[in-house]
């Protein structure tokens, strides 16, 4: 049973324009949050976080939005670019947990 | 700094081999993972060490054995592997047991078994 879903497999955004990405839990007993982005054979790499206390957080073109009573999470990317394509991996932590449950991640093509 | 570093970038080896993969971190962080991906799935965790104790076994088969010799340094044996464990294996650290703490993963293992 997973329990970080991300229901899109891919995204295809042009260039300038807004990238949404989509995250869902299952788990209540999550409390951070976590994106992380992927380029082939490489290791994920951290982008953004937001605790389960926020509603926003926000790190330049990356703004992370958490709506806790519907247990969903979405990374907003503005402007996008195209070296922003990669994998994104929705990922979550339980309070004082020793792991980081990854969903199953959602390809973004930024075409120019 | 944040990088994690794991060595070797790709490694083949066959059924009957030994052989360690090795990651290092100078970040101070406490808590040290392993995490297994397959093509085109998300990382599973294998093992999470806290202060250079095991204190997750996801229920991992004894061919993988990991060992935490002090705080910067993870090792993973493996011995006698099969050919479904062909993977991208990789390390990550964090500060260990607090909350909003993110994990930072190294570049991984690319891992084919033959």
């Known amino acids: 049973d997973q329990q970080v879903k991300q229901n899109s497999p891919s995204l295809s955004v042009q260039e300038g324009r807004i990238s949404i990405l989509n995250c869902d839990y299952t788990n209540s007993m999550f409390d951070y949050f976590l994106w992380y982005k992927k380029y082939p054979a490489e290791g994920p790499t951290f982008l953004i976080s937001i605790s389960s206390i926020k509603d926003k957080n926000e790190d330049g073109r990356f703004t992370v939005f958490l709506n806790k009573s519907a247990k969903h999470l979405s990374l907003h990317i503005v402007p996008s670019q195209p070296g922003d394509s990669a994998v994104y991996f929705c990922?979550?932590?339980?309070?004082?947990?020793?792991?980081?449950?990854f969903g199953p991640g959602t390809r973004l093509s930024v075409l120019p | 700094d944040t990088e994690v570093t794991q060595t070797p970038k790709h490694l083949v080896m066959g059924m009957t081999n030994k052989k360690s993969l090795k990651c290092e971190q100078h970040m101070g962080h406490r808590a040290m993972y392993w995490y297994k991906q397959k093509a085109k799935k998300p990382p599973e965790l294998m093992f999470v060490?806290?202060?250079?104790?095991?204190?997750i076994n996801e229920s991992v088969p004894s061919r993988f054995s990991p060992e935490c010799p002090n705080s910067s340094l993870l090792n993973l044996h493996l011995h006698a592997l099969q050919p479904e464990d062909s993977a991208l294996y990789l390390c990550?650290?964090?500060?260990?047991?607090?909350?909003?703490?993110?994990?930072?993963f190294g570049q991984g293992t690319r891992l084919t078994v033959v």
């Open positions: 990922a979550a932590s339980e309070l004082g947990g020793q792991n980081f449950v």
């Open positions: 990550a650290s964090s500060q260990a047991r607090r909350v909003g703490t993110e994990a930072f």
């Open positions: 060490y806290s202060y250079e104790k095991l204190s």
